[in-house]
T-cell receptor, first 112, second 113 residues
Framework: NAGVTQTPKFRVLKTGQSMTLLCAQD?????MYWYRQDPGMGLRLIHY???????AKGEVPDGYNVSRLKKQNFLLGLESAAPSQTSVYFC???????????FGQGTRLTVV | GENVEQHPSTLSVQEGDSAVIKCTYS??????FPWYKQELGKGPQLIID?????GEKKDQRIAVTLNKTAKHFSLHITETQPEDSAVYFC????????????FGSGTRLQVQP
């Protein structure tokens, strides 16, 4: 099993450009999450989904949009990238909210 | 929403010594407390977790304790080894409201050989 796969692994964007980060899981998990990791701030929740077709805002949702059209995929979009969105982005999935979350390898995004 | 504070931010120990990392949480409804280990360039991986109906859990050299009254939980690593060097995160979650893990800010553990 591949677990949680994130695409791409690295990306450099110019301010104002848009992009989509793709997360795919093969564990049939209902819950999926997008976190960002910044030095000294741990992992902060951007958006999450409790099932196909559902999304909800997390702690830091501004500037991001998400979609969960298929159970196995969770997409994170940046419509107009800003330098403040330079970060490492992690996708995760879990069976429920109180069960082990499995993380992808991360996407390192730099906005210049 | 939930707030999780983690201390210390960095911890250096000699190989063979014990390491303790502490976390506090704000929402008394939190009932699941996992600990994750993150190695350089990788995503976090679960190492141990505890639920609110249990006070202590042990897995070989790793143990976690939970004090619901004080709203704090701790990770204990005994007989540390160089491969324990990593960043450790505590987290908390509830089954209502925002149904996702809230993480602490992380502890960078360095085990000196």
């Amino acid at each position: 099993n591949a677990g949680v796969t994130q695409t791409p692994k690295f990306r450099v964007l110019k301010t104002g450009q848009s992009m989509t980060l793709l997360c795919a899981q093969d564990m049939n998990h209902e819950y999926m999450y997008w976190y960002r990791q910044d030095p000294g701030m741990g992992l902060r929740l951007i958006h999450y989904s409790v099932g196909e077709g559902t999304t909800a805002k997390g702690e830091v949702p501004d500037g991001y949009n998400v979609s969960r059209l298929k159970k196995q995929n969770f997409l994170l979009g940046l419509e107009s990238a800003a330098p403040s969105q330079t970060s490492v982005y992690f996708c995760a999935s879990s069976y429920g909210s109180n069960t082990e979350a499995f993380f992808g390898q991360g996407t390192r995004l730099t906005v210049v | 929403g939930e707030n999780v504070e983690q201390h210390p931010s960095t911890l250096s120990v000699q190989e063979g010594d014990s390491a303790v990392i502490k976390c506090t949480y704000s929402d008394s409804a939190s009932n699941y407390f996992p600990w994750y280990k993150q190695e350089l360039g990788k995503g976090p991986q679960l190492i141990i977790d505890i639920r609110s109906n249990v006070g202590e859990k042990k897995d070989q050299r790793i143990a976690v304790t939970l004090n619901k009254t004080a709203k704090h939980f701790s990770l204990h690593i005994t007989e540390t080894q160089p491969e324990d060097s990593a960043v450790y995160f505590c987290a908390a979650s509830i089954t209502s409201g925002r149904r996702a893990l809230t993480f602490g800010s992380g502890t960078r553990l360095q085990v000196q050989p």
